[in-house]
């Protein structure tokens, strides 16, 4: 089974701190991708990525950055966390290559930060 | 942009009965893939069922199944004979080049 692992699943921050959110995947994923779910709101994208050091932007990418320097890790980067930054963070990964399961997300646990 | 609207916030369903939750999606494009996907309360988020846009076949596994129609951009889950461990939310998803759109997720209540 395809293994999505977020380093954290509960986090303390302090506004104007520098967060890293660390995911990780076991299964050779091409793409990987950072959400964020609130409330009301479902799920938002914020970055993503479909191969080694390659980024792009979501719906949502203000306030943050990412780094994918290996093919099984995904990072994502609060330069200065702010109070409106405090969410759930939903780390994913997906094949590209046609198939079954092409499209279909697996996802980690979950970060719930909270930014005070 | 593609948009996903799922109109109930919040269903129950009596253990044992059918539910239906619903979605709709926005699109352009013609080859897609849409989702569901089950979060179980604090846990992960998983799939529940997939369906290609250019199959007509209505996709199945076990007790879920889908009602997609094309044309209407509607895309509705069954949840049939329904248990107390399909308590979660459930959210509906678009696809497409490997990017998806969610919609706000639908809370589903089973009561015993």
């Known amino acids: 089974d395809v293994k999505v692992t977020q380093s954290s699943r509960y986090l303390v921050k302090r506004t104007g701190e520098k967060v890293f959110l660390e995911c990780v995947q076991d299964m050779d994923h091409e793409n990987m991708f950072w959400y964020r779910q609130d409330p009301g709101l479902g799920l938002r994208l914020i970055y993503f990525?479909?191969?080694?050091?390659?980024?792009e932007k979501g719906d949502i990418p203000e306030g943050y950055s990412v780094s994918r320097e290996k093919k099984e890790r995904f990072s994502l980067i609060l330069e200065s966390a702010s109070t409106n930054q405090t969410s759930m963070y939903l780390c994913?990964?997906?094949?590209?290559?046609?198939?079954?399961?092409?499209?279909?997300?697996?996802f980690g646990e979950g970060s719930r930060l909270t930014v005070l | 942009a593609q948009t996903v609207t799922q109109s109930q916030p919040e269903m129950s369903v009596q253990e044992a009965e059918t539910v239906t939750l619903s979605c709709t999606y926005d699109?352009?494009?013609?080859?897609?893939?849409l989702f569901w996907y089950k979060q179980p309360p604090s846990r992960q988020m998983i799939l529940v069922i997939r369906?290609?846009?250019?199959?007509?076949q209505n996709a199945t596994e076990n007790r879920f199944s889908v009602n997609f129609q094309k044309a209407a951009k509607s895309f509705s889950l069954k949840i049939s004979d329904s248990q107390l461990g399909d308590a979660a939310m459930y959210f509906c998803a678009y696809s497409k080049l490997g990017k998806s759109t969610f919609g706000d997720g639908t809370t589903l209540t089973v009561k015993p």
């Open positions: 994913a990964s997906s094949l590209s290559t046609p198939g079954q399961r092409v499209g279909e997300l697996f």
């Open positions: 369906q290609e846009a250019y199959k007509q």
């Open positions: 699109t352009s494009e013609s080859d897609y893939y």
């Open positions: 990525s479909y191969d080694v050091k390659m980024k």
